[in-house]
């Protein structure tokens, strides 16, 4: 697998606004695929529109499609499962890091 240059998303969730990096040097099964974090002035000047988390799960799909599957090799059924299975997952912890994030904000100095 080649590196490719991360992507970020501006991913709107009902706690809020996060910056989701896909990491160019991992492929779409790898567990640390994608990393969630508050939105800061030199992300956002990188990103040209926000996603509602909702829609971001097609395309979820579509980034862990594209990664490929690394070295593992199964049956092209399995595989879908897999990617399902991983898109769903990293959309959870987006959902949870944008809830941390917000409480977070939330606590008092």
């Given amino acids: 697998m080649s590196d490719r ?3 970020l998303f501006l991913v ?6 996060v910056v989701v990096r896909v990491r160019g040097d991992r492929s779409g099964l790898d567990g640390d695929l994608i990393d969630v974090r508050a939105p800061q002035g030199e992300d956002l000047s990188a990103i040209t529109m926000e996603t509602p ?5 097609a395309k979820m799909v579509d980034i ?7 070295d593992l090799e199964v049956s092209p059924g399995l595989l879908d499962m897999l990617v399902k299975e991983k898109a769903s997952e990293d959309l959870k912890r987006i959902e949870r890091a944008a809830r941390r994030l917000a409480s977070a904000d939330d606590e008092p100095a």
Avoid: C, I, K, N
């Fill in 64 to 70: 862990v499609q594209a990664r490929g599957s690394g």
């Fill in 5 to 7: 240059p991360d992507e």
């Fill in 53 to 57: 988390l909702r829609a971001f799960a």
């Fill in 12 to 17: 709107v969730t009902e706690h809020g606004r």
